[in-house]
């Protein structure tokens, strides 16, 4: 189908490094006035390798500005994945003398030869500058794989806990500490859920809801996700500050094939307010796409919640609500209607729940097809040769619940939600050609074009 003339255009909304490699997002911090966004960086090249932690920043969780890599390769040592914590009290003792604030603390994995640790680098201007921290690991089994570390500050316990996965054993060990730098081990949750693949990229947090605390356990899989390869699923449960009690099975916190690696922004200045961000790709191809200058993007900020699904509770996910403020020129999508729509211009369309088809259109024909169909969500995507396991078509049931369909559509990236944020499906895609026309089938929709927050 696809001739290899690829022209996949840089998204516009998405976050993608100016030049080259980008995976995992590390260390979502607000710290400063800023939102802090690290990412798994190869500052170099566009595969993976030279591992980094690139930094960018945002004032409003739309517009990012790149900086200078903050964590670099050095010989011997990659900067795997971790998140930031402000450490307000300065417990670790990191903090400069008196002024730039509380410090930041980064923990992350050091990957060395056949060993993987936990070590911790500070900022102490606010996040906006980063050195690393002791030379010495500060979590440390011997192991060749145990990595990335998601710390949060525990009120009632008055304590830090650290989750940090131990791969192959399909575990997450929780450890706690009062200064951010000795950690003890207080339990250890699975094997459970999805165990085909390698864990990785753990992370715990709380949601309120009907004004009760339940916690959740996200862990990725390596292998068996819902589409095949690389996806995350979660637990719902509780957490004493030592020991997390699921009370449901896993689920899937995505049901598309390219969502992995969230983690949700610590210190958010709204109180009780949850919002991560994943890496919009799946490790069976991501060494593979065919971008320039480019590889990797992260999926748009998702506010979480939990609602009731029968007797136990589900995830669910929307885009930020900062983001309306992006929409620009309504659209209509009268049904049946090719509408033309600007080359790279970001969507985002509303459908109702019903049955209907979206196809998505370029100067040489349909690229891919979106539609609602007996109750579940079908992407028709293609792909060029030598892309084994992009190409097909994927389904996700849909849940019951409120509401419509919203589409995020930027270049190569589709973000669909529905049933209220029960559903989130995210996908990539490879058009030959730049998507230029949209036609919905069977049904009227709506929306509207966005504003680009990212250079093309
Ligand atoms: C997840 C992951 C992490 C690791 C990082 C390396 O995508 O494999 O487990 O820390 O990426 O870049």
Redesign the pocket.
Known sequence: MHSGGMAVLRPRLHFTARRFWL??PNGLVFAGGRYHLFF?HNPRAGN?GY?SWGHASSVDLLRWEEHEVALPWREGQDV??GSAVVDWRNTSGLGGAGEGGPPVVAMF?GNGFYHQAQYLAVSRDGGETWAFGPPEPVLDEGKQDF??PKVFWYAPGGSWVSVVVHPDERQVGVYTSPDLRVWSQVSVFGPAGGVAGIW??PDLFALEVAGQERWVLKVDVFEGGPQGGTGAQYWVGDFDGRVFTPSQGARWADAGKDF??AITFSDLPQSGRRVWLG?LNN?VYANRLPTTPWQGVLTLPRELSLVQDGPEWALTQVPVPELEALREEPLALPDGQQVEVGEGVPLDLTLPMTSWILQLLSARGEEARLWLEDGALHLTRAAPVGMDGFAGTFTAALPDGPGEVRVLLDTCTLEVFAAGGRLAFTQLLLPDEPITALRLRDADGRGWTMRATQAP
Do not use: L
Request: hydrophobic share 40%; charged share 25%; glycine share 0%.
């Open positions: 995976n995992d798994q993976h591992m795997f994945s994995t990595r990335d990785e990229v992995y690696a890496w490790w």
